[in-house]
Every structure is written in C-alpha cells, then in structure tokens.
C-alpha cells in the first residue's frame, strides 16, 4: 500500500525559468534511464525475488524512485512556468510545446515517449540485479551529463543529490548479489535460477 | 525561506535520514547502532511533524479541523510557496 506525504524528498525552488534545461532533464522523467523506468523495474522485479533482504530493498528502492519520479516533475514544471510565447520558440521548446503545452509528459531529451522497453523484468535475481546495478550507473551518468548543462544553483542542488542516490542504490543493490550468492553453491552461482529452482539454495536456509 | 520552509526542511532532514536507514537496514538487519539511530531520529521528528501540522496542515492525508477539508491546500509540494 502507498501512503502519499505532501513534501518533496528533497526541496526544489528554481527561481529562474530555462525550457532548454527542461528539455534535457525530462529525459530522467520518462527517458531510457530515468526514475520512471527505475520504479516501474523494481516494483515489478520484487515480486519473485527469493530472498527477504532483496523484497525489502527492492521494495523501498522502487518507492524512492517515485519520489525522484516526482522531484525531475517538479524541475521541469518549475523551469516552464509562466513562459511568453517568444521564450517558447527561442528556446527551441516549441516542439514540445506543440504536442503538450507545458504539461509533463514522460519521454526522453530527444523526444521519444516513454516505454516499458526501458525496463527488464527476467524473474531471475542474478540477472535482475546486475540489471539494477547497471541502472543507477546509467541514471549517474544521465545525471552527470545534465550537470554539464546546468548553471543555475537551484537545478544544480537538487540534480546532485539524485546523482548521489543513485551511487547509494547501486552500493545496496551490490550486497544484496552478495547476500544472495552466500546463500547459493559457490562452484556454480549460474547453474540455477533461484526463483524457480528453490532446491539451489543452501541447506542453512 | 519562510518560516514553513524552515520547518519543512527540518522535517525533510529527519526522514531523509530515516529513509536511508532503513535502506542500510534492508542489507544490514542485526545492526544494533543503527537500529539505534533509527528510533532516536522518528522521537525527534514525531514532535517536529506535529507541530508543521498544527500550524501549515496535514502532511498525510487527516482531518483534524473538523470544518474544513485543509489536505487539498496549496501549496503541493512542486509548488514555490509565493505562487500558490
């Protein structure tokens, strides 16, 4: 069950608009590594992990996400806001304008709309997890990329802390592949799946 | 900051630390510091909570007023206090 809190993870005050800035960001809204994608592949990925450790983090993870989720939103609707028609085309936002006005509309910098392409849900927790791993170090990178096109303090701020989320995710995800092997036969980690073929696990389960 | 900004940051402050706690829990269940560490923070901000709450409204949806529905009050949180 989801409880909603009415306050951001993180608080985000951009004074200044910029649609050329919220062009690029909203790809961490709905682009190929964005907190979209990254709630929707946990969420969906808990359900047939074998072990409590990985429910819980896989759990609280994918509810953080949404938090991100709503964090980029709140970016991008706050450097839209109120913007003349004028700053629309010199920003290059029209196109975008064109098909949502100033709504927020999950897709990627270059436009193309979200897909549950972007997420792997193999039932697996080997494979599941060294998906997630390579998950936040896409977002890191995403964000290390937008931080070369920020200038303004405000975006700057919120921006950084997600990019250290993300390396906090991914250091969580890695002893969770560690708890789950110690659990395994360690001459063959890969010779089972431990969702489906439960007698893999060790006997001290 | 307004002074509802303050309180909120505050507020925010103490859950961020709650939420990554428990994150380190998840892989980390037998830490007694930790554990620790987890109620000493939710004690400091219950009262915190409460407070906000009295003055600025519900942060989860309550009814405490019993005249008037204060949940659907801006501002939302994507919202600058000054616009709403």
Known sequence: MFVYEKQMQYPIKIKRTNPQLAKLIISQYGGPDGELGASLRYLSQRYTMPVKELKATLTDIGVEELNHLEMIGTIVYQLTKDLSQEEIKKAGFDAYFVDHT???????????????????????????????????????????????????????DPIRFLRAREIVHYQRFGENLRILTDKLDSKNYYQFNPSFDKKCFKKCK | MTQREIMLKKIGMYKFALKDIALYLDTHPHDEMMLRKYDEYESILKPLVEDFEEKYGPLTVSVRNKNRFLWINNPWPWENEEDA
């Open chain 1, 102 to 156: 100033t709504g927020v509309y999950p897709s990627s910098a270059a436009g193309v709309p979200f897909t549950a392409a972007y997420i792997q849900s193999k039932g697996d927790p080997i494979t599941d997890l060294h998906e997630d791993m390579a998950a936040e170090q896409k977002a890191r990178t995403t964000y290390d990329n937008i931080l070369r096109f920020c200038d303004d303090y405000d975006v700057k």
